[in-house]
């Protein structure tokens, strides 16, 4: 079992930038795909980005591309999620996905494992 953790969720105005992190125990996520969604309210939870087990493959929604950027550090057993340029519609729950091998999946049932969430507003 890989459980997921959140934080550096917060309220921020348009144009504005925060960092998320995602802080894993129970297994060494090194040979786990990591990912990145979120979901407003009234939508379905959509796929921000993701990122090889290596770290060396990653992919992104277009709606973000350019300006989110996903990292992780095997060593401390956690992913991040650096976002620049905040608009009032990146504004959702954040979710951190794990799931088994080495690629990450746009899908969000192709994730074994989810946090909890943290919660990302920007204010116009």
């Known amino acids: 079992q890989v459980q997921l953790v959140e934080s550096g969720g917060g309220l921020v105005q348009a144009g504005g930038s925060l960092r998320l992190s995602c802080v894993a125990s129970?297994?060494?996520?090194?040979?786990?795909?990591m990912g990145w969604f979120r979901q407003a309210p009234g939508k379905e939870r959509e796929f921000v980005a993701d990122?090889?087990?290596?770290?060396?493959?990653?992919s992104y929604a277009i709606s973000v591309k350019g300006r989110f950027t996903i990292s992780r550090d095997n060593a401390k057993n956690s992913v991040y999620l650096q976002m620049t340029t905040l608009k009032p519609e990146d504004t959702a729950v954040y979710y951190c996905?794990?799931?088994?091998?080495?690629?990450?999946?746009?899908?969000?049932?192709?994730?074994?494992?989810w946090g909890q969430g943290t919660q990302v507003t920007v204010s116009s």
């Open positions: 996905a794990a799931r088994p091998g080495r690629i990450g999946s746009t899908s969000v049932s192709g994730y074994d494992y």
């Open positions: 990122i090889s087990s290596g770290g060396t493959v990653t």
């Open positions: 129970g297994r060494t996520i090194s040979t786990y795909g």
